[in-house]
T-cell receptor, first 110, second 110 residues
Framework: QQQVKQSPQSLIVQKGGISIINCAYE??????FPWYQQFPGKGPALLIA?????SEKKEGRFTISFNKSAKQFSLHIMDSQPGDSATYFC?????????FGTGTSLTVIP | DAGITQSPRHKVTETGTPVTLRCHQT?????MYWYRQDPGHGLRLIHY???????DKGEVSDGYSVSRSKTEDFLLTLESATSSQTSVYFC?????????FGSGTRLTVV
């Protein structure tokens, strides 16, 4: 059973556009929601994370929006750049175990 | 990357042979994990460890075993490799601020 559901599976965005990736979860015990970015041939790297006591967190062009009542959270990439082309994973955790979404392959077209 | 290394980076092995992958950390973190990454499935937990000689199964543990005799090393063994175990394997450590992943091992079972 997939603990974290992620969509879309793939996404193509024009340079300068907004990329949006969505995730949903069921377990209300989750208390930490990170996003990971993975480039080909590399391991996933922590991009940005949020805890459920805030509804939004912004770091540069990357923003997490969190809706606790809907049990959903999303990653927004503003002014998307070709260098943002990568696979993005959402995750949720409680304690020491993380549950990952299935990933979104983002392609930013110049 | 952040004190975690995996070896080998690439391996080709024959069906039925045993294979051991190594993960080494330099940061003395208690929790270590082994994941496999496959298209359409994202990151799936194989086994994890919460201390020396303390390990537990993840969601896809069949056909795999692990050992942790020292804090810094976490070994993943495929007892008798099968083609379905062709995958990219990632080790991760829990730093307290999220996971840090190694660079991965690409394993091909022929």
């Amino acid at each position: 059973q997939q603990q974290v559901k992620q969509s879309p599976q793939s996404l193509i965005v024009q340079k300068g556009g907004i990329s949006i990736i969505n995730c949903a979860y069921e377990n209300t015990a989750f208390d930490y929601f990170p996003w990971y970015q993975q480039f080909p041939g590399k391991g996933p790297a922590l991009l940005i994370a949020i805890r459920p006591d805030v509804s939004e967190k912004k770091e540069g062009r990357f923003t997490i929006s969190f809706n606790k009542s809907a049990k959903q959270f999303s990653l927004h990439i503003m002014d998307s750049q070709p260098g943002d082309s990568a696979t993005y994973f959402c995750a949720a955790s409680t304690g020491n175990q993380f549950y990952f979404g299935t990933g979104t392959s983002l392609t930013v077209i110049p | 990357d952040a004190g975690i290394t995996q070896s080998p980076r690439h391996k080709v092995t024959e069906t039925g042979t045993p294979v051991t992958l190594r993960c080494h950390q330099t940061e003395n973190h208690r929790y270590m994990y082994w994941y496999r990454q496959d298209p359409g499935h994202g990151l799936r937990l194989i086994h994890y460890s919460y201390g020396v000689k303390d390990t537990d199964k993840g969601e896809v543990s069949d056909g795999y075993s692990v050992s942790r005799s020292k804090t810094e090393d976490f070994l993943l063994t495929l007892e008798s490799a099968t083609s379905s175990q062709t995958s990219v394997y990632f080790c991760a450590i829990n730093t307290g601020f999220g996971y840090t992943f190694g660079s991965g091992t690409r394993l091909t079972v022929v």
